[in-house]
């Protein structure tokens, strides 16, 4: 039966020798959270690309030919190939040049590299770094523009914190952006500024933009071999499938859409990516008639993005009681023109997806979401949007808000990883309603389908400490002892899920998510059976193969 199937398949290809790998002695991921891994199939026949053929060692062995690659996986787990659903891919790519200032312990280790980075630059050249959180450090206080200018008086600075939501630049960088004490805060941002008036250095939400664009932007090349190193780079994570997110007003995605398409007509986007596009230039993206799905195999359009509030790191998610140690946060976008805005992308068959951090800010877009669906039994829609539409990051919800996403047709996009980095900070900014944030278990309950994401760069790409943390609710220290608010927690299989079959559905991608005849032969091979081996173990699993489109792009062994 599977020899018949098997030619059958290949001679509807054309397919004289097939097939080309055969994966063997392996354990084969289901999908099914009941039964994890396929109990009768232990290899897989590659050919063109695709998944042919599946079952035991020897049925698939007896399929190979004199060419066909042959390998022993001893045991390990095949997977389908990550898809990491909220990347925003372009900020990563070309920061992953920049100062890492994830790493750090405290202010003066910030301020340290810094001034060491000063002294490789000539004077006048911009130092930029991202990922610094200070409530990690022994002592929480935050960078400056005083600090900055102590380490580096002579360059422009801007480092972003971890969650993007919040950056600090030095004097320098700030006269050439021209903020001074007469600047007026951005609609939808904050110059934060000392008794004096004058500006301290912190700028949050679309105040950063003020500083980015006194940068010169990166020339063609430089993206494009960012982008390829980049790509590379996932493939060492198993990650075969994307959704690259804007930022908010983004003036850069346009080169990152122009970068993304020369690959793929080069034939070398070893990546599916579906392009999210920004909500401010809505008008613009309906009026060329652009709708959810279009593109290539490779390249997609996907979700219009839209933003109601910020972030808590920075005090502007919007909460419904205030912050222990601020007020309510902000939304960042008047709720009524948001609502307008979702409904005419919904008539022209473009999903949309709406950053929701806040409680306040969740409660508001669910309510957005009811009144949408009520809207659509009133007007005709000749082609619905082709995905779902989506909340990005439900980060902290309230228990009689979660009830109501299930009667919705809504995915729901979490970021477990974060929530690592924000432990400290949530206990000590809403204590007890910290019980409400990343309520992972929760939210798969309602029946929507729940995707994992990385949201880098605001964390690493990596999936498996993703993984970890939903399942454990603990730092891959094994802090807390019993998991951070633990009823929250799910099965190993139910976090792989979301990181593979989920995402797969909600886009629509028929042929990926699964280890199934017919597929696309996107795979990604772990070095331990995480399905079956203690949670504990997932910290120290890597990613020991990669195979896109039935070419093997990442190998360790």
Known sequence: MIRSKMVSYCESMQEKHCPEIVLHNANLASGNTNTPILPTADALALCRGRIIALGSSDDMLHLAGPDTQKIDLDGRLIVPGFFDSHIHFYEWALKRRDLQLDDLASLEELLARVQNSAQNLAPGQWIMGQGWNETEWSVPRQPSRQSLDQAAPDHPVLLWRCDLHMAVANSAALRLAGIDNTTPDPPEGRIERDEAGEPTGVLRELAINLVRRAIDAPTAARVTDAFADGIKALHRWGITSIQDIRLMADSDGASSFQCFQQLDQDGQLDLRCWMSLPGHQLEDIIGLGLRSGFGSDCLRIGHIKFFSDGGMGARTAWMIDPYLDAERGMPLMDMQLLARDIEKADRAGLSVMVHAIGDRANREIISLFEDLAEKRKTYPTPLPPAFRH???????????????????????????????????????????????????????????????????????????????????????????????????????????????????????????????PGNRADLAVLSTNILNDPPSSIPGTQVDMTLFDGRIVHRLF
Not at 412 to 440: C, S
């Open 390 to 516: 989506r909340i990005e990051h439900v980060q902290m919800i309230r228990p009689e808000d979660v009830k109501r996403i299930g009667t919705l047709n809504l995915a729901l996009n979490v970021t477990p990883a974060n929530m690592i980095l924000d432990i400290n900070l949530i206990d000590r900014i809403v204590a007890e309603k910290g019980q409400w944030a990343y309520a992972f278990r929760q939210l798969i309950d309602t029946g929507a389908p729940v995707m994992f994401s990385s949201d880098c760069p605001v964390c690493s790409p990596d999936p498996l400490p993703a993984i970890h943390a939903a399942v454990t609710r603990q730092r891959p220290d094994g802090t807390p002892e019993q998991g951070w608010y633990p009823k929250a927690r799910i099965s190993v299989a139910e976090a792989l899920n979301a990181y593979t079959s989920v995402p797969a559905a909600v886009h629509n991608a028929s042929n990926l998510g699964a280890i199934a």
